[in-house]
Antibody
Framework: QVQLQESGPGLVKPSQTLSLTCTVS??????????WSWIRQHPGKGLEWIGY???????YYNPSLKSRVTLSVDTSKNKFSLKLSSVTAADTAVYYC?????????????WGQGTLVTVSS | QSVLTQPPSASGTLGQRVTISCSGS????????VNWYQQLPGTAPKLLIY???QRPSGVPDRFSGSKSGTSASLAISGLQSEDEADYYC???????????FGGGTKLTVL
């Protein structure tokens, strides 16, 4: 069964770039036709999809964040990454990486444990 | 503002059956399947239902899902104290070309 684990700094200064990595185990990130997503949850709030990178390497971002988001994949290390630029306090959230299921729906089924990122000087 | 609409709260007594609704549109729920998640405090969402009405292995059959038109529902029968959690629905949105979520429903077991 696939497992995902987020890693990265827990504190980022305003205007800087937030960088997180998701390490995948139990399956190859480059096979199977899956959607590898980043999702965030502001404190006490609901879930917000940030973007996904497909197994082919193509990416798609939430239009609300598109100008600041870059997703990339390192197939040799079975990892994919998120970069969010020009962060503000409004980007403080728990960030999750996730993958959809075998049905190819794109909707997340497998989730990492999440990592809290605080934007503060 | 979440794309999918859920009631912010729901409650029930031990052993009771409760349902949580999720309302969407033709670009998401009508066209695609729905997932439901349970989120306990301080933990990641856990998949409860996928494909609108399928349970992953390990999820008790007390949990069931259904979909009709642009709405979906999660039903929990034989309510237990450990069911007290936040519940979210999600579906792919053809207009966004990505998944959309409900705002979450906080279930209280009285």
């Amino acid at each position: 069964q696939v497992q995902l684990q987020e890693s990265g700094p827990g504190l980022v200064k305003p205007s800087q770039t937030l960088s997180l990595t998701c390490t995948v185990s139990g399956g190859s990130i480059s096979s199977g036709g899956y959607y590898w997503s980043w999702i965030r949850q502001h404190p006490g709030k609901g879930l917000e999809w940030i973007g996904y990178i497909y197994s082919s390497g193509s990416t798609y971002y939430n239009p609300s964040l598109k100008s600041r988001v870059t997703l990339s994949v390192d197939t040799s290390k079975n990892k994919f990454s998120l970069k969010l630029s020009s962060v503000t306090a409004a980007d403080t959230a728990v960030y999750y990486c996730a993958r959809d299921g075998q049905g190819g729906t794109g909707t997340p089924e497998y989730w990492g444990q999440g990592t809290l990122v605080t934007v503060s000087s | 503002q979440s794309v999918l609409t859920q009631p912010p709260s729901a409650s029930g007594t031990l052993g009771q059956r409760v349902t949580i609704s999720c309302s969407g549109s033709s670009s998401n729920i009508r066209s695609n399947t729905v997932n439901w998640y349970q989120q306990l405090p301080g933990t990641a969402p856990k998949l409860l239902i996928y494909g609108s009405n399928q349970r992953p292995s390990g999820v008790p059959d007390r949990f069931s899902g259904s979909k009709s038109g642009t709405s979906a529902s999660l039903a929990i029968s034989g309510l237990q104290s450990e069911d007290e959690a936040d519940y979210y629905c999600a579906a792919w949105d053809d207009s966004l070309n990505g998944p959309v979520f409900g705002g979450g429903t906080k279930l209280t077991v009285l």
